[in-house]
């Protein structure tokens, strides 16, 4: 689904591209009586005989956005000569993108939106892997709650992997320094989980929290820097016994459950701000199996996982500040809209759009009222691994 939508937005984009190519531009604004008009395209107008090239980018935005640009020429009693100036300096701060500002790219603003809507996508992929490293147990049944009560309580750390090379791109095109960054990283979850025993039949239930603000832990901030994470989640699941096993005997279960995740993440400095906020809800199916050998539970399971997630984004950018020496000139077309300061858009997946299935396993050692568990997991639709830990107490 993903593939057939990116080949449609090329199409879309070519097709823009041609248009742009074909059709020039007429700004027409203020008053009756003193009406301005000016005309350009990609071929650009002339400025004292000199050509002036308009950047492809810049031709769009006003495409797009022609009306409001307009209002804010008459609001600002912007004449003709003014507009051809500030273009003239909107030119010169592009041919400089790359040799005099460092830029990675000749059409920063497209390479925003593009990087951070890819990013939405990486989100989609990630987010229910890191979910579901949460308040695994090693073993497939825990018992019921009587006679003899069976229950825990610990803590666990996991993290799945996540690609952030779509984020570096959107925030380097915004000139906001992330050199010192990875392309990708482990999205980390620690949460609070808590099991029970059930009650007449052979089930048990598991409940789990997490809330992390990567601000504000020392370390990962400054290895994250600029980025930051926020964000919280919570989740449930039963699972009933088909084998309630015994000394060696294996245990085997079916079972189901669901996660919400809710946060944020921000990359920013002096100049610019890129921020998404996206929240997940996952609904699974599971089966799990595992045997007791003494004081070890290796285990193995399979899921299925349905997810629905949403991500959106907004981008605020001073170009004043990024194109330094053209400062006032750049501030006039930010003001009028030919250069955005805020833009924003969304990305989601449907539960039935991308149907995921999983396969987990690990060990895990049970000493007495310790339990220790290590798990691992494979996403095969989006070729995520992820991997967690758990300390317990356990009866």
């Keep these: ?218 370390s990962l901030e400054d290895a994250l820097d600029p980025v930051s994470f926020d964000f919280f989640a919570i989740g449930g699941d039963i699972r009933y016994a088909l084998l309630q096993g015994g000394g060696i005997r294996p245990k085997l279960s079916i079972g189901g459950g669901f996660y919400y995740t809710d946060g944020s993440v921000k990359v920013t400095d002096d100049t610019a701000t890129a921020a998404l906020d996206f929240n997940s809800t996952t609904i699974f199916a599971s089966t799990q199996a595992s045997v007791k050998l003494l004081c070890l539970v290796p285990y193995i399971g399979g899921r299925v996982l349905f997810s629905k997630t949403s991500v959106d984004w907004s981008v605020d950018a001073d170009w004043s500040k990024i194109y330094t020496g053209q400062s006032e000139q750049i501030k006039n077309v930010m003001n009028w809209g030919i250069l955005p300061t805020h833009f924003e858009g969304s990305g989601e997946s449907d539960y039935f759009e991308d149907i995921r299935p999983q396969v987990f396993g690990g060990l895990g050692i049970d000493l007495f009222i310790i339990n220790v568990t290590a798990n691992f997991s494979y996403d095969f639709l989006s070729k995520i691994p992820a991997a967690g830990m758990s300390v317990r107490l356990a009866l």
């Design 1 to 218: 689904m993903k593939a057939i939508k990116r080949i449609l937005v090329a199409v879309m984009c070519s097709a823009a591209a041609v248009s742009v190519f074909a059709e020039a531009i007429t700004l027409n604004w203020g008053p009756e009586g003193s009406r301005q008009t000016f005309t350009f395209d990609t071929e650009g107008f002339i400025v004292d005989g000199t050509k002036i090239k308009v950047p492809a980018e810049v031709v769009n935005i006003v495409k797009e956005n022609q009306g409001k640009i307009e209002q804010a020429l008459t609001d600002h009693s912007v004449t003709n000569d003014q507009i051809k100036t500030a273009m003239k300096n909107v030119e010169s701060a592009y041919d400089k993108l790359i040799s005099d500002y460092g830029f990675k790219t000749e059409a920063p603003i497209t390479t925003v939106e593009n990087g951070l809507n890819t990013f939405c996508d990486d989100l989609c992929d990630s987010l229910p892997n890191s979910q579901t490293t949460q308040n695994v147990w090693a073993e497939a049944w825990i018992g019921k709650i009587f006679p003899f009560p069976h229950l825990g309580f610990g803590i666990n750390a996991g993290a799945s992997k996540l690609d952030i090379v779509s984020l570096k791109d959107a925030a380097e095109a915004l000139s906001i320094d992330v050199d010192d960054l990875r392309d990708s990283y482990a999205f980390p979850t620690v949460t609070a989980d808590v099991r029970l025993g059930g009650l007449i039949l052979p089930f048990d239930i598991g409940f789990t929290a997490c809330s992390i603000d990567t601000s504000k832990l020392g």
